[in-house]
């Protein structure tokens, strides 16, 4: 069996409808988190990263919610919302 570490396999997951939802549940889960008090960020490190719901408190029914959407769906959104950002912030740097 030949190895193929060269080559680049794509992931895809279906865009926009995703990408609502997932939004959607993440700040609602966060809003969740604030309001008991947590660290919504390393709460949310914590379980994308174990995968483990107890990471998320059950306030607002967010352990639930958070459930309802794969942990590479809210990993795909963080990643994309940050690049975007990114992205125009340099492009507002480059214009001044």
């Avoid at 396999?9 to 409808?17: G, N, T, W």
């Avoid at 966060?30 to 995968?51: D, F, H, I, R």
Wanted: net charge negative; no cysteine.
């Amino acid at each position: 069996m030949e190895e193929q570490h060269d080559k680049t396999v794509m992931f895809r997951v279906e865009a926009e409808e995703t990408e609502n939802k997932a939004r959607k549940v993440l700040l609602s889960v966060y809003q969740a988190l604030k309001e008991k008090g947590y660290n919504p960020l390393n709460q949310l490190v914590g379980y994308l990263l174990s995968g483990d719901p107890a990471y998320i408190t059950n306030h607002r029914n967010a352990r639930s919610l958070i459930r309802q959407v794969e942990r590479d769906e809210l990993l795909e959104e963080l990643v994309g919302s940050y690049l975007q950002r990114t992205e125009q912030e340099g492009r507002e740097e480059a214009d001044n």
